[in-house]
Structure formats: structure tokens, C-alpha cells
């Protein structure tokens, strides 16, 4: 396993290598995605009334599993809880259209013994269907988070009160501790799922399968995939917030659109598409590096470390789980 700093100069370098071939693709085929995320997080909860029946909904079933009301945790989740699935809702045509086509583009592009830039157009289309499944799937893996996440922390809320240790400050410690809790979940989620599409374009194998197989080669890698995802997330961050402060803020001073803030805005959102590039280029340069960690067999099969504890006695074992290479 490469060190966290190594893979980050190979991904820089890579995309560097290939800069026109990058920056080409994230003009046209994340460029539109780009676009309707920024959009979707500046002005869906003005101008929808989806958003408030969200809200209300998340907001009656905080209350109906007894969450105290007063926590000021549960406001600020249910808010941005309700904006996340309006923005989804709203940006879900793009994502699963663009989004999944450049990601597929580019992971064609770098799985090869001596990366081909630009990949042909039938290459990489046929990595559009298993990313499609694994996306499908991601969602049902990110939903089962959420609920778990949720299910604990009404435990843990639910017994405390049982007990009467229910008092304003054990509360606010109790609701930074299952924030997080929630953050800790949800991380190691995203994670896993944004490398089970890298493994179902690298190895054509969507849905479950590729979530599992995530699973198993993160296994001990966690931290360094979460110091690889922090500094591109921390940067898409910083770039929705530049859209907030020149292009929304603009616009509501202004009352109405300018070209000049078109401009702007279609620069930023490239700025994002450039940022949703460089984080897949970093995925695959991660799961090559997981990859090369897993033992290989004289038969052309390689497998993944696994250990199983054996039932009565405290010793462990190695045991494999071997695949055809594709």
C-alpha cells in the first residue's frame, strides 16, 4: 500500500500528463452535472416547494421517533438532510447522464497497461451499464447508512432519557457525539461506494459485487482514504461557496441574471468539473494501489487478505477470496 502523499502526486501527475484530454472531458460531459449541482444547491430552496415538504416530513419523523426537539443538532440535520435529497432529486437526470459517462471516459482512459488518451467512444460506453447498476446500488448502500446512523443514535437518545439524564448540557454533549457518530458513518459510505464504481468500471462487475468488493480492499485503508477524499471534498466546498458568494449573492442584489454572472458561473462550475475529474483520477490511482496490495497467485487469480476468526478459540487464520482477472 503506496503512502497517502504518493498516490495524491500520481493523481496530480497524471492529470497534469493528460491535461487537454482532462480538461476536454470535464467541459463536455461533467461540465452539465457541474452546472445543475451548483444550481440545485443556490436556488432550489427559494424557488421550490419541494424542499419544505421535505423538511416537514423529516421533521415529523424526528419527532414521531422521539428525538428531544429542543436539540439544535436535529434542526441542523433535518435542514441540510432536506436540501441533500432536493438537490439529488433534482440533479439525479444529470448524474446519472453525465456524470456517469465522464466517470466511465476516464476510468477507460487510465485501465490500460499504458493509458490511451482519448479512449474510444464503444470502449467506454460499455462501462456506462455496470456503473449505472453500482450507482443504483451506492444509493441503497447510502440510504442504509442514514438508517442505521439514525437507528443507533435513537438508542442511544431514547436510553439516556429512560435513565433522566435527559439535562441541557448532557444533551449538547450527547448531540455532538452523534454528530460525530453520523460523520463517521456516512464518510466511510461515501468512501466505499464512490470506489465500488472505480472497481465496477475496472473490472466490469456492477451492483452488489462491486460493493463488496470495496469493502473488502478498504479493509485497513481507511484513513488513507479518507486523507485522499478530504482535500478534494474540502475543494469542491470551497468552490460552492465562491458560487454562493459571486453568482447567488450577485443575483440577489442585482434581482435579476447578468451576462457577466453567466460568465462567472459557467467558469466556477468548470472549476468544479475540473475538481470531479481530479477526484476520479484519485480513485483509480487509489484502487490500482489497493489492488497491487492483494496477493497474487501463479495462476493468473488474485486474492484479498482476509482474517476469519475461528469459533471456540482466539487464534485467526488466513483465508482467501479469489477471483479471474479480468
Not at 453567466?262 to 475529474?277: D, N, P, R
Request: glycine letters at 4%.
Amino acid at each position: 500500500m503506496e503512502r497517502t502523499g504518493k498516490i495524491m502526486r500520481r493523481s496530480i501527475y497524471t492529470f497534469l500528463q493528460n491535461y487537454q484530454f482532462f480538461t476536454i472531458t470535464a467541459a463536455l460531459l461533467v461540465l452539465p452535472f457541474s452546472v445543475s449541482i451548483l444550481l440545485s444547491q443556490a436556488f432550489l430552496p427559494f424557488s421550490s416547494s419541494l424542499l419544505p415538504i421535505i423538511h416537514d416530513r423529516l421533521q415529523s419523523l424526528f419527532y414521531a421517533a422521539g428525538f428531544p426537539p429542543s436539540s439544535q443538532f436535529f434542526t441542523i440535520l433535518n435542514l441540510k438532510l432536506s436540501q441533500t435529497i432536493a438537490s439529488s432529486i433534482f440533479t439525479l437526470p444529470f448524474t446519472i447522464s453525465f456524470l456517469l459517462i465522464g466517470k466511465s471516459c476516464i476510468i477507460q482512459a487510465l485501465n490500460q497497461n499504458k493509458p490511451a488518451f482519448p479512449p474510444s467512444f464503444s470502449s467506454f460506453i460499455s462501462l456506462y451499464c455496470p456503473l449505472l447498476i453500482t450507482y443504483i446500488w451506492n444509493s441503497f448502500l447510502i440510504l442504509s447508512a442514514n438508517a442505521t446512523a439514525f437507528s443507533v443514535i435513537f438508542i442511544a437518545f431514547n436510553c439516556v432519557e429512560g435513565f433522566g439524564y435527559l439535562s441541557p448540557t448532557f444533551l449538547l454533549f450527547l448531540s455532538a457525539a452523534a454528530a460525530i457518530l453520523y460523520s463517521i458513518i456516512l464518510a466511510n459510505s461515501l468512501i466505499i461506494c464512490n470506489l465500488a464504481l472505480v472497481s465496477s468500471g475496472v473490472e466490469r462487475c456492477g451492483g452488489h459485487i462491486a460493493i463488496l468488493k470495496a469493502c473488502v480492499m478498504i479493509r485497513g485503508r481507511t484513513s488513507a482514504a479518507l486523507s485522499l477524499a478530504l482535500p478534494v471534498n474540502l475543494a469542491m466546498a470551497a468552490v460552492e461557496a465562491l458560487f454562493q458568494y459571486r453568482i447567488v449573492r450577485a443575483y440577489h442584489f442585482y434581482g435579476k441574471p447578468r451576462s457577466s454572472m453567466a460568465v462567472e458561473g459557467l467558469f466556477i462550475a468548470y472549476m468544479y468539473s475540473l475538481l470531479v475529474v481530479l477526484d476520479t483520477i484519485v480513485s483509480c490511482v487509489f484502487f490500482k494501489s489497493c489492488k497491487a496490495g492483494c496477493w497474487r497467485d501463479p495462476d493468473g487469480t488474485h486474492s484479498y487478505p482476509i482474517e476469519i476468526a475461528e469459533e471456540g478459540c482466539k487464534a485467526f487464520e488466513n483465508t482467501r477470496i479469489s477471483e479471474e482477472l479480468p
